[in-house]
């Protein structure tokens, strides 16, 4: 008697996937501006700063992000469009870009230096044992697998530390 598996019981390979998500990721299409509301709106005011998170896109919201184009050299519309999102998202997740690197001992590069600048690290810019023994350090403390290897979670870590 020959039995069949189905096709329920089989096992497809593991495929690993990278969260590249932020907070600002749902939002980056959307244009906000005076009289806006909601979830995107509260978002945006976390992330200014010095404002009521209520949702409500009032003129304190509005003259908070005029205050920020200025300081950017963007032009002072007051208006949100995914130019804004994308400076508070480098800015809040400066690591969101190198989710998908896998940097260990040996490896050399930019990449390097900002783990080795943030970590405190000499900077030479090549992955050596004090920068895999910092790595680890950080990952231990932040509850992560102490590999000292640098992957999406790891990175997603920097994102937090760097804040």
């Known amino acids: ?25 749902a939002y980056k299409s959307l244009t906000i501006a005076m009289g806006s509301r909601g979830a995107a709106v509260r978002v ?12 409500v896109f009032g003129s304190v919201t509005r ?7 200025r300081s950017l050299a963007l032009a002072q519309t007051g208006v949100v469009t995914e130019e804004l999102w994308d400076v508070l998202e480098a800015r809040d997740f400066p690591f969101v870009g190198d989710r998908s ?4 001992a040996g490896d050399t590069g930019p990449q390097v230096v900002a783990v080795q ?3 405190g690290v000499v900077q030479t810019g ?7 023994e910092a790595v680890k350090d950080a990952q231990a403390r932040a ?11 790891t990175w997603s870590l920097f994102d ?3 804040a």
């Open 1 to 25: 008697m020959t039995t069949y598996a189905s096709t329920s019981s089989r096992r497809s390979p593991a495929i690993a996937s990278v969260d590249v998500a932020t907070s600002y990721t």
């Open 44 to 55: 945006l005011q976390r992330a200014l700063g010095g404002v009521a998170v209520d949702g």
């Open 63 to 69: 003259d908070k992000v005029v205050a920020l184009q």
């Open 101 to 104: 690197t896998v940097l260990r």
């Open 117 to 119: 600048r943030l970590l």
């Open 126 to 132: 090549v992955f050596d044992v004090a920068t895999r």
């Open 143 to 153: 509850g992560l697998a102490s590999t000292g290897v640098v992957a999406c979670r």
């Open 160 to 162: 937090r530390l760097s």
